[in-house]
C-alpha cells in the first residue's frame, strides 16, 4: 500500500426507502443536484453486494464536487436500521452553510424537517449548528464556520 496511489472519496451511498422523497430533500433542502437516475438489477450485482435477487433503483446528487448515491430496493431489500446518533454505525451528514440563521429560519418557515434549535458548538459563538432528519431519519447537519 505504501506505493500505492492515494485513495480519493467517489462517493457517499445511502439506502432510501423513498427515492423520491429523498431526491427531493437533498435537492431542495440541502441543494443538491441530480445528475441521473437508473435501474440496477442483475447477477453482476447480486456477487459485488452479496444480496441474491436485488432489484434497485439509483440516483446520483452533487453538491460541488461531492457525490451522494442514493439507493432504493424494489426487491431484495432488508428492513430499516434504528437510526440515532448514539448507534454504532448511523451515518450523519453535514453540510457547510454561509447563514445558519437564514437556513434555519426557512426550514422552521416550511414547517418540515423539525429542526432542533441554533446551538454553539462546543461553547463556541464561532462555530454553531443545528440538525434535520432526512425522510428516513438520517441526522443532517447545517454548520456554520467562522470566515
Given at each position: 500500500m505504501q506505493n500505492e496511489p492515494p485513495v480519493v472519496l467517489g462517493h457517499v451511498g445511502l439506502t432510501v426507502s423513498d427515492l423520491g422523497a429523498s431526491i427531493a430533500f437533498y435537492c431542495d433542502v440541502v441543494g443538491f443536484a441530480l445528475e441521473g437516475r437508473y435501474e440496477v438489477a442483475g447477477e453482476w450485482f447480486d456477487t459485488l453486494t452479496h444480496n441474491q435477487g436485488a432489484d434497485i433503483e439509483v440516483a446520483m446528487l452533487r453538491l460541488g464536487t461531492?457525490?451522494?448515491q442514493l439507493v432504493a430496493y424494489r426487491d431484495g431489500g432488508g428492513t430499516g436500521l434504528d437510526l440515532a446518533h448514539h448507534r454504532a454505525g448511523s451515518p450523519h451528514l453535514s453540510?457547510?452553510?454561509a447563514d445558519l440563521d437564514a437556513?434555519?429560519?426557512a426550514l422552521v418557515a416550511a414547517g418540515a424537517q423539525n429542526p432542533t434549535p441554533v446551538v454553539d458548538v462546543m461553547g463556541s459563538a464561532?462555530?454553531?449548528?443545528?440538525y434535520v432528519d432526512d425522510p428516513d431519519g438520517v441526522p443532517v447537519e447545517f454548520l456554520e464556520m467562522p470566515t
Amino acid at each position: 500500500m505504501q506505493n500505492e496511489p492515494p485513495v480519493v472519496l467517489g462517493h457517499v451511498g445511502l439506502t432510501v426507502s423513498d427515492l423520491g422523497a429523498s431526491i427531493a430533500f437533498y435537492c431542495d433542502v440541502v441543494g443538491f443536484a441530480l445528475e441521473g437516475r437508473y435501474e440496477v438489477a442483475g447477477e453482476w450485482f447480486d456477487t459485488l453486494t452479496h444480496n441474491q435477487g436485488a432489484d434497485i433503483e439509483v440516483a446520483m446528487l452533487r453538491l460541488g464536487t461531492f457525490v451522494l448515491q442514493l439507493v432504493a430496493y424494489r426487491d431484495g431489500g432488508g428492513t430499516g436500521l434504528d437510526l440515532a446518533h448514539h448507534r454504532a454505525g448511523s451515518p450523519h451528514l453535514s453540510f457547510t452553510v454561509a447563514d445558519l440563521d437564514a437556513r434555519h429560519a426557512a426550514l422552521v418557515a416550511a414547517g418540515a424537517q423539525n429542526p432542533t434549535p441554533v446551538v454553539d458548538v462546543m461553547g463556541s459563538a464561532a462555530i454553531r449548528s443545528f440538525y434535520v432528519d432526512d425522510p428516513d431519519g438520517v441526522p443532517v447537519e447545517f454548520l456554520e464556520m467562522p470566515t
